[in-house]
């Protein structure tokens, strides 16, 4: 499976921002599903996890703020991303993980929250 994100940009602190992740293949409703991102100098890190029956789970960092959503009709993950801080600036990553055990990642967008 192909991951592509889009959505990514510069916002000001509280602002708002939503990115997408488009999944290539005809399976893409039995992926578990996530988001990653890695802040400025920092390892990657989990942000939130959606799973096939839209179970939700977030880092405590962003609960409240941000909000993970899958449409399967169009093979597309979203993360609504609200009241964002400079603390949320890193390149987001899209995470797709197989029931077979395959891990699948998209190249990246990159998110800049700054006045």
Do not use: H
């Amino acid at each position: 499976v192909q991951l592509v994100e889009s959505g990514g940009g510069m916002v000001q602190p509280g602002g708002s921002l939503r990115l997408s992740c488009a999944a290539s293949g005809s399976t893409f409703s039995i992926y578990a599903m996530g988001w990653y991102r890695r802040p400025p100098g920092k390892q990657r890190e989990l942000v939130a996890t959606i799973t096939r029956g839209r179970g939700t789970n977030y880092a405590d960092s962003v609960k409240g703020r941000f909000t993970i959503s899958r449409d399967n009709a169009k093979n597309t993950m979203y993360l609504q991303m609200n009241s964002l801080n400079p603390e949320d600036t890193a390149v987001y990553y899209c995470n797709a993980i197989s029931p077979g055990g395959g891990n699948y990642w998209g190249q990246g967008t990159q998110v800049t929250v700054s006045s």
